[in-house]
């Protein structure tokens, strides 16, 4: 069983910050790509922020310079989001490729956490 659970969502004002967590659990071998997708209500589900091993981080045009994504272990990601504004409100999902102790590779994703800009 593979698990990915996100927190750190919650009701911030415009211009606040927030930092979001993702840990991956279960029988793991190796995480190649980990990444924050995000769903606003009436809204496809999109790109926030990816991290591949080995490479540079990737981000939306619309988050670029206010948001940071990074992975201090094998199994956490974090997005620190700054100078959030109402646009910015969501529900944001990890996603990870991930190597299982059973031999197969495949995208899990976690449940999600709202993120609320609101004043």
């Known amino acids: 069983q593979v698990q990915l659970v996100e927190s750190g969502g919650g009701l911030v004002q415009p211009g606040g910050s927030l930092r979001l967590s993702c840990a991956a659990s279960?029988?793991?071998?190796?995480?190649?790509?980990m990444g924050w997708y995000r769903q606003a209500p009436g809204k496809e589900r999109e790109l926030v922020a990816i991290v591949t091993r080995g490479y540079s981080p990737n981000y939306a045009d619309s988050v670029k310079g206010r948001f940071t994504i990074s992975r201090d272990n094998a199994k956490m990601v974090y997005l620190q989001m700054n100078s959030l504004n109402p646009e910015d409100t969501a529900v944001y999902y990890c996603k990870a490729r991930i190597l299982t102790a059973l031999g197969t590779s495949g995208d899990f994703w976690g449940r999600g956490t709202q993120v609320t800009v609101s004043s």
């Open positions: 279960g029988s793991i071998i190796d995480i190649n790509v």
